[in-house]
């Protein structure tokens, strides 16, 4: 039961990591009609950002924020100068050019830092464990990182629902001739929401930094579960990518302690030792074929 | 004149909408039957539903006696029934022949040939050629077909359908944003083909659709309320008041 | 902008290739550099597979993202079959294709029901299901891949474990590919393809059955993507993980829009121009996919439909498009 409940809240706490990243990739999704595979790149420079403030500064705080600012210019610069030539192409195109990005990203990053994993430590203060009720502790860092995810998951709903820019990213994503017909200066407007994707890309990387190593090649596992949660949510919808997000969070998590826990009971300990993890491992992609076939549209869809 | 598609109690539903409300429809082989209707009437939800595009909630689709309501859209134009695009949609990148040789091989049996290049099946391309010139295309048969005008762009649709050697052809507005010259000439076409095969003509031009059409039907809020000879029907005073009122004095 | 729905395979560029391909290794081994016949057979092995994922890409309209799957599919089938004792081509080869053409047949059923992006994710979400299966099979040597005691064996005499015959042997299948492919793309079959390509509505409104012919390409090119897999894996004597990785799959749509979407040496040109690219830069800089990364968006922001393209406008000896 224990495991059960430390499982279910790791699940929600990858979850909502998840969440930030999909929230850039489906916004530029649905809004720019584009396949960005750099995302995940983006993930990575704010880890190595982090980790490097973190080094020189030892403020954690110093480090997160400045992860974000440092991303989000980086972010913006790229679609000035880059992927805003590449809206109006097919998505082919965009996948090949954002490959290369994500090239470069890679190498940039082995020359800059070299082959070997960053460590960036979580403040000291989060180091232990909170004992959430009697006898079940978790650990603290863990909590922060639940903790700020719901509140950026809050935050996000309201700009998107109450704001005036909201609105525009909401007109984009359902229906692009509109928000042009509108005289919405989508130009900026794409700009300023691929910054704050890249951001929370950004936000993503310096908090899962301290759990995962720091290392080339990290942003690409999590932008292909990314584009998992934003398929299964509904391409363009914020609703749909945190739903996406805690869904594909939990399942893989409680998928791979307790899909071999279950099949050992069943089959022979060799046999459910090899099935075990591989089946948890592709249970989300069974999941998100599934949504797929059964609803196209994903389970939150952004347009009518 | 013996029967040719027969549809029985057709009804489609969108959510909470009725597009279709129990539509039944009867046209005989050899007739031009014209489907007139209001806008949002469910004219183009009934083309769908007859074409197989769209699949009916309940009801039935026969076709020369074989009941066709679940089959797939290539089936039923295997059997000759075959529509042609409100918005034209033609192989906008390919040349009017190539739009033409698609069309034509379609009607040549299974594609599943691996091995001889189509350059070399010298019967298409004759039946491509023959086939731009009964729409009056022939001297535009290697225009990339997205660069003819809109007018010429018609009557490819219309050839495309034909080469499916269609026995009902279903022509869903072929007159829709053609001019006034232009309307004469697609005009004149469909009544040239009146003779070979039997017509479906869903369109808004109503001096076209009296001039081409035996008898019509009128739908209203995804009903026929009315069907008869051109005459009958204007004189009828349901369809005056559901539909056409002065419309139709102006077209008489 | 016209297409054209003919794609001729000129003997007057083919046939002078094969004759130079043919005597390639006397050449090289003369100046004593055998390293280039290795790297020939591992650009013709990936000029087949490429060739066949421009079939989906370039002549279907299907944006395949998960090649790789195929092709690791077939390099393991080689790999396992060999791990329990059944070295011989005969045998390992056509199970390599059949075991491919039967997983595309599957996969292709499930996700051609999609269209666009769609299908770009669920084509992908497939080939990460088969990469992490492969991964987690610790029998067959998980993470590290599972390598071959030797090169499948073929009959006395003939011992594909030189390199020379080897690449004899690739080269006798990816040309064929390629001429039998060459062949496809003008028949009707293809005709249809790129007309599915072209207006996939209208093609189902003309009569065709068209998600038939579509699964029917995923299959061939999917077994021709096994076909690749076999031999790449007797080429590293390796089945890995990498073979099946998504971003193998981004390395063949590159190779494809690189070479050119739609042309008929477009999968040709796109595997030697990439392979070569990255022994170049390699001989320079360890940090050689820097340089890729460059190339790669050079080529897509200047030069949007690729290598034939260009080779199509330098003149009529380039003209094969």
């Known amino acids: ?304 | 004149m013996a029967e040719l598609l027969r549809l029985r109690g057709l009804i489609k539903r969108f959510g909470g909408l009725v597009a279709t409300d129990g539509v039944d429809l009867t046209v005989q082989e050899g007739e031009v039957h014209a489907l007139i209707g209001p806008n949002g009437a469910g004219k183009t939800t009934l083309v769908h539903l007859i074409s197989g595009a769209l699949r009916g909630n309940a009801g039935s689709v026969f076709f020369a006696g074989e009941e066709l309501t679940h089959a797939p859209v290539h089936e039923r134009v295997r059997r000759g029934l075959v529509r042609s695009y409100q918005v034209t949609s033609i192989f906008t990148r390919l040349s009017a022949l190539d739009n033409a040789l698609l069309a034509v091989q379609a009607a040549a049996g299974s594609s599943m040939r691996f091995w001889t290049p189509v350059r070399t099946e010298r019967a298409f391309t004759r039946d491509a050629r023959a086939l731009l010139m009964r729409v009056g295309l022939l001297d535009r048969a290697e225009v990339v077909a997205g660069t003819l005008a809109h007018g010429e762009q018609r009557k490819l649709e219309v050839a495309l359908a034909l080469a499916a050697r269609p026995r009902l052809l279903l022509l869903d507005e072929p007159l829709a944003g053609l001019g006034p010259e232009e309307s004469l000439h697609m005009v004149e076409l469909i009544g040239g083909l009146a003779g070979e095969v039997t017509i479906v003509l869903v369109e808004h031009d109503m001096d076209a659709v009296f001039k081409l059409a035996h008898r019509i039907s009128v739908l209203v809020s995804g009903r026929i309320v009315a069907t008869g000879a051109p005459d009958e029907i204007r004189s009828d005073a349901r369809v005056r008041q559901a539909y056409l009122g002065d419309e139709l004095g102006s077209a008489a | 902008m016209g297409v054209q729905l003919d794609h001729p395979l000129h003997a007057a560029v083919a046939l002078p290739l094969l004759a130079a391909l043919i005597v390639f290794p006397f050449v090289v081994l003369a100046i004593d550099e055998p390293f280039y016949v290795v790297l020939a057979s591992r650009i013709l092995i990936f000029a087949l597979v490429a060739t066949s994922l421009n079939l989906l890409v370039g002549f279907g309209g299907m944006v395949s993202f998960g090649h790789a799957a195929f092709l690791g599919a077939g390099a393991y089938v080689v790999a396992i079959l060999m791990q329990h004792g059944v070295a011989s081509a005969w045998i390992a080869w056509p199970a390599a294709v059949a075991v491919a053409a039967l997983a595309a047949l599957a996969i292709g059923a499930v996700c051609l029901r999609t269209r666009g992006v769609y299908f770009i994710m669920i084509t992908l979400a497939f080939a990460q299901m088969v990469y992490f299966v492969f991964v987690s099979l610790k029998a067959y040597g998980g993470d590290d891949g599972l390598s071959l005691a030797s090169r499948s064996v073929v009959a006395p005499g003939i011992d594909l474990n030189s390199d020379t015959l080897f690449y004899y042997v690739v080269l006798a299948f990816a040309s064929t590919g390629f001429f039998l492919f060459a062949r496809l793309v003008n028949s009707r079959f293809g005709r249809v393809l790129q007309g599915i390509r072209e207006n996939e509505t209208r093609m189902e409104a003309l009569g065709y059955a068209v998600h038939r012919y579509k699964l029917g390409a995923f299959v061939l090119a999917g077994a021709t993507a096994g076909l690749g897999g076999a031999l790449l894996v007797n080429q590293n004597e390796l089945a890995s993980p990498g073979t099946l990785s998504w971003t193998q799959s981004g390395m063949l749509l590159t190779m494809v829009i690189l070479g050119g979407v739609g042309y008929l040496w477009g999968g040709v040109m796109g595997a030697a121009a990439l392979l070569l690219m990255e022994e170049l830069l390699a001989a320079y800089t360890i940090h050689w996919q820097l340089g890729l990364g460059l190339v790669l968006l050079a080529v897509v922001l200047f030069a949007p439909n690729g290598l034939a393209t260009l080779a199509r406008a330098a003149g009529p000896g380039g003209r094969d498009g």
Do not use: K
Request: hydrophobic share 60%; glycine share 12%.
């Open chain 1, 1 to 304: 039961m224990i495991l059960f409940l430390e499982q279910g809240l790791n699940g929600l706490q990858f979850g909502l990591m998840l969440f930030l990243l999909a929230a850039g990739l489906t916004l530029v999704f649905g809004i720019m009609d584009m396949i960005n595979l750099a995302h995940g790149s983006l993930y990575m420079i704010g880890a190595y950002l982090a980790a490097l403030i973190l080094g020189s500064t030892g403020s954690f705080l110093l480090a997160v924020a400045g992860s974000l600012a440092g991303t989000a210019v980086l972010g913006m610069l790229l679609e000035i100068s880059v992927l805003r030539r590449l809206y109006s192409r097919d998505h082919l195109s965009q996948v090949l050019a954002t490959f290369a990005l994500l090239l470069i990203a890679n190498e940039s990053m082995r020359i800059l830092f070299g082959s070997q994993a960053l460590t960036l430590n979580p403040p000291a203060v989060l180091s232990g464990p909170v004992e959430l009720a009697p006898g079940f502790f978790y650990p603290a860092y863990r909590l922060l990182i639940i903790g700020v995810g719901l509140a950026v998951a809050l935050l996000l709903y309201l700009l998107v629902s109450r704001t005036r820019i909201g609105m525009l990213v909401r007109a984009g994503a359902s229906n692009r001739e509109m928000a042009l017909a509108m005289g919405v200066n989508v130009r900026a407007l794409f700009t300023a929401v691929f910054g704050f994707g890249a951001a929370l890309c950004a936000l993503a990387g310096a908090m899962l930094g301290p759990l995962l190593a720091v290392e080339v090649g990290m942003g690409e596992g999590i932008l292909i579960l990314a584009f998992v949660v934003i398929v299964i949510g509904g391409i363009g919808s914020i609703r749909g990518a945190l739903a996406g997000a805690v869904i594909v969070g939990v399942v893989d998590t409680l998928g791979r302690t307790l899909l071999p826990m279950s099949l050992r009971t069943v089959l022979p300990p060799t046999v459910a030792g090899n099935l075990g993890p591989s089946l948890a491992s592709i249970l989300i992609y069974v999941l998100m074929a599934a949504v797929l076939f059964w609803r196209p549209q994903g389970l939150f869809p952004a347009r009518g």
